[in-house]
């Protein structure tokens, strides 16, 4: 006669399997981010969540270097990376120089490969003209490199302060807003904390929102 199984050994079993699978989830296929600046207003908001897809360009792996990606990255994708440099910490901006282009900047105005980019998605919100942020003297892009700029231009440290992106460094595609939060001015946050301020703060006209 067969022993049966104990009740805390099928929990415990069913715990693993789910952070297995969990694991699995975020390290090939999605993850979810946060937004914690301004830099790609009005794209994506400060307290935006939203799901990124790693799937799609070839998640890394270590003993071989990341799997064939299903698509390549492409001019306008919003991309989430990381910086040896800054190792804990994610930046997302949207890829405008793909690898073998020149991009130059002439009064905020881009051009990539001597054509102005038409950028609806940008945002310029300081008109005065400051050399060292809205002049770029024409750069070309290195092999598996890429050059990134938020939207929000003027308000943006992205590759024309600090330069390409190696391919490798690159985690994934923003693809869907799934929740986003107000974020609350000081005065606001004094009067109201907890559960029963996040359902008024949140944005329900952002929730599922497509990135583009």
Partial sequence: MRRSRSLPRDYFEAAIVAVLLSLFVRTFLFEAFKIPTPSMETSLLVGDHIIVDKFGFGPRLPFEGGLVPIREIGRGDIVIFRFEREPEKDYVKRVIGLPGDVVKVEQKRVFVNDQALEESY????????IPERDYLPP??????????????????ADSR?????PREQIAGRALFVYWSLRQP????????SGLG???????WDRILRAIR
């Fill in 122 to 129: 940008a945002q310029h919100i300081d008109e005065t003209i």
């Fill in 197 to 203: 301020s996040i359902f008024p703060a949140t944005r």
């Fill in 139 to 156: 750069v070309k892009v290195p092999p598996g490199h890429y050059f990134v700029m938020g939207d929000n231009r003027d308000n943006s």
């Fill in 185 to 192: 001015s000081e005065e606001a946050s004094a009067t109201a």
């Fill in 161 to 165: 302060e600090w330069g390409f992106v």
